[in-house]
DNA sequence: CTGTTAGCGCTTTCAC
DNA sequence: GTGAAAGCGCTAACAG
């Protein structure tokens, strides 16, 4: 066996750095966090110290001296479908975690899908917030909104649904474009090079998020795979009712239809119009977020393949980018992004 | 907007609540800590307080006062498939993080692929260890060692590969069985409908993860596509070389042959024996593991689908699992579960 | 059974 | 520029 060497089991603590250089634990402090007002000559010394001990901070220590609290908001939508009920849960167990952390979530429900709405509840967010997560709209108001709370010095991180060009400190969400381009990909492939029309029922053409994935699987779809056609995306307002009509018409009016991409909400009302016209089984169905139901269509083989981003994960990302940003702590990019999930019904959590 | 209420941004303290349940401090952490030898209806009345109060406990100073260390061993294999690297490295930086956190991890590295010596490292490992984490092997003197250490009172997790019935506390990794189904799926989909066999090139049947990916993937592929043929499974040993000439042989021999699952490592091998083949667009090929190697070839279009667990991922969990036992603090299943991830070239992080 | 008290390692005034 | 000292909220040892 190549043997890993052992480390020393006590660690080295501010004191023992501060003796090894002969100077203050004040001063130590001083250097370890880069405040200013120190020798140049002494700082040298107390970082040779720092590193011949192998010096780390102790976490809980130096948030327990500190003794901050923080107050993040949370701002998700007052509507109710299935992935925004299961992201607010996840919040509220974040929370839980977070309040053991000296950080506090209050989580406010607004009508996101309305610009002036969510801009508004922004501007005037209580100032004893540090930091706000939002799920935004890709708009000018609100993006003014952003760079005003920005501008006071409050963390923002946009949520499932980003404002690129804001000063938003960080987008915690899934790469749209990539997650369409990996569903024209699937579809592609599970067509087989079979010749037919494909539909694309979005929630709204207005929302940025479905608007990308729709542009990312048209790309691929028309480059890739010359035997499918893509049809102009349908709007379904995330609205099962209204999916379901928009899908039943579509199955009639379209009798060389072998694949449908969703890629907002309202999937229940897809698998309604599909098992009633009979063609469950023929029509390729790749859908966006897996929830109670969408997981059955995917086991029941209506749905065939799930594109998904973690809400549980989303939530935990924001409130650690949030929380070390407040802390001025470093985080890990790697575990802050997003992945795109793909799901068929024999790699379900 | 429907209001979340705001909470106080100060928080309840111990002290606050011996205060209002007019008892000391001492009972206070005796009750929220459930250690005996207090009193039904003081806990109560203490219980009460906390409700009242909403207190919840300090991390950060709890972690402090207990003021203990660990050590953890994480036994990773010596040999260097580009998995293992990747994994090393993510367990590094994972000790970065967990030296913060009063907890050490040294890295042992072992011929894990030899029970012998694997269990014997384990028997002989230091028993200043309080958590161990172990690329094991299924096999009775592994599940013996392993067990012993449990009865030491010290925490054994398995990473990727388990051993399912012995005393571990927690198995990092994912479900094999469902990785191979995965495969199988997405291979039946792909394929499309076109006859013929396809090959399965493992590292070695002994090893309890490789079996299980071409048992699952058998599984999938002889119930629901009785279109393609699963030609007994070979082993490459993990090796590039060896696999090359095992999969050069197995395309001169199998003229029919449509795809090829590799469950183990020595993908490079692969690669270079297909694209000498000239056959490398039209065999569909999936592999496991994202590697700098698999990234390559999956852009290529070589490999068209890679089934993944996250390295990242399994070296935190399993840090986190050990240090919330350690600590007896509790630990959520739904972050700690590994996911199948599946890579297609347009999902690639 | 319950209370008192001395820290844990760091940050933060306030002096020098 | 640097140092001394008072906590942060909790735990654990010891008294009662």
């Given amino acids: 066996m190549t043997g890993g060497q ?14 090894a250089a002969g100077v203050s634990l004040a001063t130590v402090d001083r250097v370890v966090n880069r405040r200013e007002g120190v020798r140049a000559k002494t700082v040298a010394r107390v970082e040779a110290a720092v590193a011949k001990l192998g010096y780390r901070i102790d976490a809980a220590a130096a948030r327990l001296a500190r003794g901050q609290t923080f ?18 849960e996840q919040v509220q167990r974040t929370a839980d975690w977070l309040a053991t952390q000296r950080a506090f979530i209050d989580v406010l429900h607004v009508d996101v899908f309305d610009p002036d709405v969510l801009a508004g509840t922004l501007e005037e ?22 760079d005003d709370l920005a501008a006071r010095g409050v963390a923002v991180v946009t949520l499932v649904s980003d404002a690129p060009s804001s000063r938003r400190l960080h987008y ?4 749209n474009p990539a997650a369409g381009r990996t569903a024209a990909t699937l579809m592609g492939r599970f067509l087989g090079g079979r010749t037919g029309s494909v539909a694309v029922i979005a929630g709204s ?14 790309q691929i779809l ?3 795979y010359p035997n499918v056609a893509a049809l102009p995306a349908l709007e379904g307002r995330d609205d099962n009712e209204r999916t379901r009509l928009l899908t039943a018409e579509l ?20 698998a309604e119009a599909l098992e009633a016209s009979g063609r469950a089984r023929d ?9 109670q139901h969408t997981r059955r269509f995917l086991v029941r083989g209506t749905i065939d393949a799930i594109i998904n981003q973690d809400p549980g994960h989303e939530a935990r990302s924001a409130a650690r980018v949030l929380l070390a940003h407040c802390l001025a702590e470093p985080t890990s990019p790697d575990q802050e992004r997003i992945r795109i999930d793909i799901f068929l019904r024999d790699n379900l959590p």
Same sequence: chains 1, 2.
């Fill in 6 to 19: 052992m480390q020393p089991a006590a660690r080295a603590t501010l004191e023992d750095v501060a003796r």
């Fill in 71 to 88: 107050r993040f908001a949370f701002v998700l939508p007052a509507g109710t479908n299935s992935f925004m009920t299961n992201l607010t």
């Fill in 125 to 146: 967010l209580s100032p004893a917030y540090q930091g706000v997560a939002v799920i935004a709209l890709d708009h000018p108001r609100v993006r003014a909104a952003i």
């Fill in 172 to 175: 915690v969400g899934i790469d």
């Fill in 205 to 218: 053409l207005s929302l940025r998020d479905h608007t990308e994935r729709q542009f990312g699987f048209h």
């Fill in 222 to 224: 028309s480059s890739e």
């Fill in 251 to 270: 199955l009639t009016r379209q009798p060389d239809l072998l694949g449908i991409y969703s890629c907002g909400a309202g999937n229940r009302g897809i």
């Fill in 283 to 291: 029509v390729v169905w790749i859908a966006h977020e897996l929830t």
